[in-house]
Structures are given as structure tokens and as C-alpha cells.
């Protein structure tokens, strides 16, 4: 069996911060270092931090093709993995990029691209660091049109259904998965939404996408959130709507692992 990560099963008793529990509580955001909050749609760098501890050993590749703040590079600096990271927003590339940097270490690569992640050349991108492949993908894309994230067309904030949403974010899995190596992992972190007093449910819709496209689904992970920056300090407000309607609040996102076979 190929090994895909730095696990000492020898040691196995000494790793008590790896999560193997399908259910994620994580109390508050990893702030430290060059990690921050500001950006609207980041998630807590505790998810990258678990998942490339299972998946991936020093020295390998990750791809983030929805980059944002960064926060999946920072983890991989800190972590000793390469990475990539491809965001549609030259400013929001920027800014991460200045932060990024901070996170020095000399055993690991840290490349950002402006591009589109739907059609960019992914084999140009890699030969730029010299690789063919990557050894894991993780994606965390809008949560479909929830928060806008620009006025770009093909920022998948800005899909005008649910049917263009999934078929935007196939394209971009079919361009950035073609550089994912066989037998390696890739993962999702997606929210559901709720509109015209009905849910929609996205992550379960990107879940059946992948498997569409022949990945194996390894775990569904539940994580926890307590507030949004949209429901920030109006935990009242939202109760009293609940107990007046039909519906529960959102106090959790998925996380879908999936692995190439083909």
C-alpha cells in the first residue's frame, strides 16, 4: 500500500490532535502567524491542517484552486508541503501572497496564480514548478451566490442557478483534478443554502457531481460553526425567526474526501 502520508503508526497513540471522527468541533479559529480572519470567505486553517496531515507527507504538492486569503498555503508552509494556490481576484491574490510570504520555509515552495480555475492551463502551471502532478486538491469554493465575491463573470458567486453554479464548479474540478495523481486525494469544504423557504442542498449536490466523475468518497466530515460574519452578534434575531418559522439554523459545513482511482 502506497504511503500518502508521515504517520508513524508506530506512534499512533502520540498524534492526539488528528482528527478520526467524522464529527468536527473546532472552538475557535487558528488566528495565529500569518493566518487572519478578515476575509469573508476563508475557512479555519484547522480544516487544511487535518486533512494534509492524513493525506499528504513533507515535501508533496497541494493545489487550491479557489486560493481567497490563502489560508491553505499558509497551512502548507507551515507544514512543509508545496503549494499552489489560483484565484480569480488579482488583489485578493496579492494581499494573500504578502502574507503568505511571512510564513518562510526554506524546505517548502509557495506559488500563486491569477487565473481562471475552470480553463487555466494546469499543465502550464505545474511546469512552471517544475512537477507533473500534485498529491492533493482541496477546494473550497462559494458557497454558490451566499456572499458575492466580485463582479468577475466567472467567479462562481455570481451563477445565476444552482444548474450553472455545479456546471462551473465541474469544470473547474475537470481542469485542476487532470493534475491530481492517481491513488491521491481531493476534498471539498461546502455549505448548503437556504432560499424560497426550502433548502438547497450544495454540498450534497457537489458530493454526487464528483461521484459522477468516477472519484471514490473516502468520509463526509461535519464541522461546526457558531457565526458568520453575516449573523455576527444577531444570534437573537435569527432564534426568534427560527421558533417563528419552520426552519433550523445553519451550525455546520461539509467536508467531502474523495480519492482518484482512474
Not at 455576527?232 to 432564534?239: A, D, E, L, P
Request: proline share 3%.
Amino acid at each position: 500500500m502506497a504511503k500518502y502520508n508521515d504517520l508513524d503508526m508506530a506512534k499512533w497513540k502520540e498524534y492526539n490532535d488528528i482528527k478520526t471522527d467524522s464529527l468536527w468541533m473546532i472552538e475557535k479559529r487558528d488566528n495565529s502567524g500569518a493566518h487572519s480572519g478578515h476575509y469573508h470567505g476563508n475557512f479555519v486553517p484547522q480544516i487544511p491542517y487535518q486533512l494534509f496531515s492524513r493525506y499528504t507527507k513533507k515535501g508533496d504538492w497541494i493545489l487550491d484552486p479557489f486560493m481567497g486569503s490563502g489560508t491553505s498555503l499558509i497551512e502548507a508552509q507551515r507544514m512543509g508541503r508545496n503549494s499552489i494556490g489560483i484565484e480569480l481576484q488579482h488583489d485578493v491574490a496579492k494581499e494573500a501572497y504578502d502574507r503568505i510570504v511571512t510564513e518562510k520555509n526554506e524546505k517548502a515552495t509557495a506559488k500563486v496564480i491569477v487565473a481562471n480555475s475552470q480553463n487555466c492551463n494546469m499543465h502550464e502551471i505545474t511546469n512552471t514548478v517544475g512537477i507533473d502532478k500534485v498529491q492533493f486538491v482541496i477546494m473550497h469554493p462559494p458557497y454558490w451566490d451566499i456572499v458575492k465575491f466580485s463582479d468577475h463573470p466567472d467567479d462562481l458567486s455570481n451563477c445565476t442557478s444552482v444548474e450553472d453554479f455545479l456546471s462551473s464548479f465541474g469544470k473547474t474540478v475537470d481542469n485542476t483534478t487532470s493534475v491530481l495523481e492517481k491513488n491521491r486525494y481531493c476534498a471539498i469544504v461546502i455549505g448548503d443554502k437556504y432560499a424560497n423557504s426550502q433548502i438547497i442542498p450544495l454540498g450534497f449536490y457537489c458530493m454526487n457531481l464528483m461521484l459522477d466523475k468516477g472519484f471514490l468518497l473516502k468520509a463526509i466530515l461535519v464541522k461546526n460553526f457558531e457565526e458568520t460574519k453575516g449573523k455576527s452578534n444577531k444570534q437573537g434575531i435569527w432564534r426568534y425567526r427560527a421558533l417563528a418559522s419552520d426552519f433550523y439554523i445553519f451550525k455546520h459545513e461539509y467536508i467531502f474526501v474523495f480519492k482518484k482511482v482512474r
